[in-house]
C-alpha cells in the first residue's frame, strides 16, 4: 500500500473550530488547513465536539452576537473559554473576545475572555479602511495587514502581551486620535488582531496561534 | 515592539474593496428607508442596510425616474446604526457615486433599480476609493462590472415583486456557466471570453480557481426565509432582501427568521422553525404582468 502524503493533517494534530455564523470563516478554514491543522466550521452546540481551540473570524459583531445568543453557541462557548479553551478573534471576532465593547449596542454580549476594551469602527468608516505593513514581536519580517472598519484597542490590561501596534492616520473617526493602538494582542490562551490575517495568503499569525494551541494541549 | 505608520495606510486597495464584502458573507443586507426601520434591521441581525428613498416595489408602482436618495436621509440612516451603510446611484452616473462616496457610504450599489443615467457606460469604479456592486444577470454581464472595477456582484433577479424565479435564473446562468468554464480546456477559454464579451484573464482566474474573483450575493425577489435558503444552496454567498421586509405584514420578525435561514441554510428544521406564524410575506407579481423589468437595464 503506498504511504499518504502527509499534505493533509493527520488526527495527532490539534482540530480548529472556525464559528461560521457570518462572516469570512472560509478564509479561516483555509489558512488554518494550509498552516498544518485541521479546521471545521462551528454552527451549532454540537459542532464544538472534539474541538481543541476556536477561531471567531471577521464580519459584522452584532450580526454575529445575536446569532451567537440564538443558535445556543453563546453559553457553549462561554463554558468552553471559561474552561481554558484557546481563542484567536480578529476584527469583529476580537470585539466578542474583549471585554467590553465602546461604540457597540448596548445590547451586545461580549466573552470576555481577554482583559482588553476595544472602540468598534475605531479606524474609520469603509473608505478608510486600510493595508499597512506591521511590524509584530514574534515575526522576523512585517506582515502585510488588512484592517476593515477596523477596531482598535482603547485599553490592555496588566495581563495582556501587545505584540504589535499601529499609528492610527490622522483622520480618523475618533477625535483625541492616539499616537498608536496595539492591533495584535495576546493574554494566556487568547489571540486577537484588529486586522485580518485571513484574507492574505501568509499564515504566520494562525501559526502564532497553533503554537499556542499545541503549548496549550502539551500541559 | 515597532509602530506602524500612520502615512503608509494604503486606502482603496482591491484587497481592501473586497474584503468588506468578504466579511458580509453569510449575512442579510437590508433596503430601509428610514432611521426607524434601519435600527429594525440591525436588531434583527442584519450585516449591513441600503439606504434609500423608496424600496423597489414603490419605486415600480410609482413610474417616473427613479435617483439617488437624499444626502440627509442617507445620513440619518448612517447616525442611527453602527453597521455598514449602502446607497444606489444609477448606472453610469459617477457624478452620484461621487456624492455618495463624499457622504462616507461604505458600498455603492450602481444599480438598475434606479433609472439609468448612461445607456452605453457603467461607472469607471476603479476612479473611486469607496467599493461598489453591481447586479447582474449571466456571468458575461458580471465579469464586465468587475472589469470596470466592481467588488461584489449580486445576481440581479427581478427587483420589488417578491417573485425568485428571476433570481434563480440568474444565479444558476452564473454559477452553470462557472462549472463548465472550470471543465474548459486552455483553447476553450478564448471561445468562452468571446462569447461572455469578457476579459480573457478574468475567464482564465475563473478556469483556475472555480468562483468569481469577487464575492457573489443575490437579490432581486426574496420574501421569505425559504427563499433565502434557496439561493444560499444555489452558491449565493449572502442576500439582500429589499421590498420583502418592510412590505411585509411584520418586518421585525420577517427580518430576524431571515437572517436566521441564511446562517442555517443547509438545515430545514432551521429554516421551519424561524417560518412559522410570520404573517403575510409581501404581495408578489408575475414576471409576464410587469411592464418594465429591472433586469434589463444594464450592459
Known amino acids: 500500500m503506498p504511504a499518504r502524503k502527509s499534505a493533509t493533517a493527520s488526527d495527532s494534530q490539534p482540530l480548529i473550530g472556525v464559528v461560521a455564523l457570518q462572516g469570512a470563516a472560509a478564509e479561516h478554514v483555509a489558512a488554518f488547513r494550509r498552516a498544518g491543522a485541521r479546521a471545521v466550521e462551528v454552527r451549532v452546540p454540537a459542532d464544538l465536539d472534539g474541538v481543541d ?16 445568543r440564538t443558535s445556543g453557541l453563546f453559553d457553549a462557548l462561554s463554558e468552553r473559554l471559561a474552561g481554558g479553551m484557546p481563542a484567536f478573534g480578529t476584527c469583529a471576532g476580537m470585539i466578542l473576545l474583549a471585554v467590553d465593547v465602546l461604540d457597540g449596542r448596548p445590547d451586545q454580549r461580549c466573552f470576555g475572555a481577554i482583559d482588553i476594551s476595544v472602540r468598534r469602527n475605531a479606524f474609520g468608516r469603509q473608505v478608510a479602511s486600510f493595508e499597512a505593513e506591521l511590524t509584530a514581536d514574534g515575526l522576523d519580517e512585517p ?39 496595539p492591533v495584535l494582542c495576546r493574554s494566556g490562551p487568547i489571540l486577537v488582531s484588529s486586522f485580518h490575517p485571513e484574507l492574505t495568503a501568509d499564515d504566520r499569525i494562525h501559526q502564532i496561534f497553533l503554537d499556542m494551541v499545541g503549548a496549550s494541549m502539551a500541559r | 515592539m515597532n509602530s506602524g505608520d500612520g502615512a503608509s495606510h494604503l486606502v482603496g486597495t482591491v484587497r481592501v474593496k473586497r474584503g468588506l464584502a468578504d466579511m458580509l458573507r453569510g449575512g442579510v443586507i437590508m433596503d430601509v428607508v428610514t432611521p426607524e426601520q434601519a435600527k429594525i434591521a440591525e436588531d434583527a441581525g442584519a450585516v449591513a442596510v441600503m439606504a434609500l428613498e423608496r424600496v423597489p416595489a414603490d ?4 413610474g417616473g425616474v427613479a435617483r439617488m436618495s437624499d444626502p440627509a436621509m442617507i445620513e440619518g440612516i448612517q447616525a442611527a446604526v453602527t453597521i455598514p451603510v449602502m446607497a444606489k446611484a444609477r448606472i453610469g452616473h459617477f457624478g452620484e457615486a461621487q456624492v455618495l462616496e463624499s457622504l462616507d457610504v461604505d458600498y455603492i450599489d450602481e444599480s438598475e433599480v434606479l433609472t439609468p443615467a448612461d445607456e ?21 454581464e458580471a465579469l464586465r462590472r468587475i472589469s470596470e472595477g466592481a467588488c461584489m456582484i449580486r445576481s440581479k433577479g427581478e427587483a420589488g415583486t417578491g417573485n425568485i424565479v428571476e433570481a434563480v435564473r440568474h444565479l444558476r446562468s452564473i454559477t452553470g456557466d462557472i462549472r463548465k468554464i472550470t471543465q474548459a480546456d486552455a483553447a476553450e477559454l478564448f471561445d468562452w471570453a468571446k462569447q ?4 480573457l484573464g478574468l475567464v482564465q482566474e475563473i478556469a483556475e480557481t472555480g468562483r468569481l474573483p469577487v464575492p457573489l450575493f443575490c437579490a432581486g425577489g426574496i420574501a421569505t426565509p425559504a427563499d433565502a435558503s434557496l439561493v444560499m444552496q444555489l452558491g449565493a454567498e449572502a442576500v439582500f432582501v429589499g421590498s420583502g421586509i418592510f412590505k411585509s405584514e411584520d418586518p421585525g420578525p420577517r427580518a430576524e427568521a431571515i437572517v436566521e435561514a441564511t446562517t442555517h441554510y443547509r438545515d430545514p428544521s432551521v429554516v421551519a422553525k424561524v417560518s412559522r406564524g410570520l404573517g403575510s410575506a409581501m404581495p408578489g407579481l408575475e414576471m409576464e404582468g410587469l411592464d418594465t423589468k429591472l433586469a434589463e437595464r444594464g450592459w
Not at chain 2, 452605453?120 to 458575461?140: E, Q, R, S, Y
Open chain 2, 120 to 140: 452605453a457606460h457603467h461607472i469607471d469604479k476603479w476612479a473611486f476609493t469607496v467599493p461598489f456592486v453591481c447586479g447582474a444577470t449571466n456571468l458575461g
Open chain 1, 53 to 68: 481551540a476556536v477561531a471567531l473570524p471577521g464580519g459584522e459583531s452584532t450580526t454575529m452576537s445575536h446569532l451567537l
Open chain 2, 59 to 62: 419605486i415600480r408602482r410609482d
Open chain 1, 143 to 181: 506582515f502585510k495587514a488588512v484592517f476593515i472598519r477596523a477596531p482598535w484597542v482603547e485599553r490592555a490590561g496588566d495581563s495582556v502581551e501587545v505584540l504589535a501596534e499601529i499609528t492610527p492616520a490622522s483622520n480618523s473617526s475618533t477625535d483625541g486620535v492616539p499616537s498608536s493602538v
Open chain 2, 196 to 199: 461572455l464579451q469578457s476579459p
